[in-house]
């Protein structure tokens, strides 16, 4: 069973960093890629970062550039979101999701995290 579990997250203050992890099980990254999204109250879930099977490529959205940095570990079967410089509009819940590759849609992928909150106060 395709598993993944979030952790990470919390309240912040503007400015300060947070680091998400996104935990596999029942699959391996060689075989799915993984992406995060966020979605905040009121909007719809929007794609924020992802990396290739293997950690071969990885993406940043244009909107959180130069303040989020996707990572994988092989060995532990694990992605990170790293985000600095948190603004209040990060506040969102944020999620890792595996699919077969790369995309922006978020209806494409077929395996979710739990999900875990982040707020950023001002």
């Known amino acids: 069973e395709v598993q993944l579990v979030q952790s990470g997250g919390g309240l912040v203050r503007t400015g300060g960093s947070l680091r998400l992890s996104c935990a596999g099980s029942?699959?391996?990254?060689?075989?799915?890629?993984i992406g995060w999204f966020r979605q905040a109250p009121g909007n719809e879930r929007e794609a924020v970062a992802c990396v290739s099977k293997s950690g071969g490529s990885t993406y940043v959205d244009g909107s959180v550039q130069g303040r989020f940095t996707i990572s994988s570990d092989n060995a532990k079967n694990t992605v990170y979101l790293q985000i600095n410089n948190l603004k209040p509009e990060d506040t969102a819940v944020y999620y890792c999701?595996?699919?077969?590759?790369?995309?922006?849609?978020?209806?494409?992928?077929?395996?979710w995290g739990q999900g875990t909150q982040v707020t950023v106060s001002s």
């Open positions: 999701a595996a699919h077969d590759g790369c995309t922006k849609e978020p209806t494409w992928f077929r395996f």
């Open positions: 029942g699959f391996t990254l060689h075989d799915y890629a």
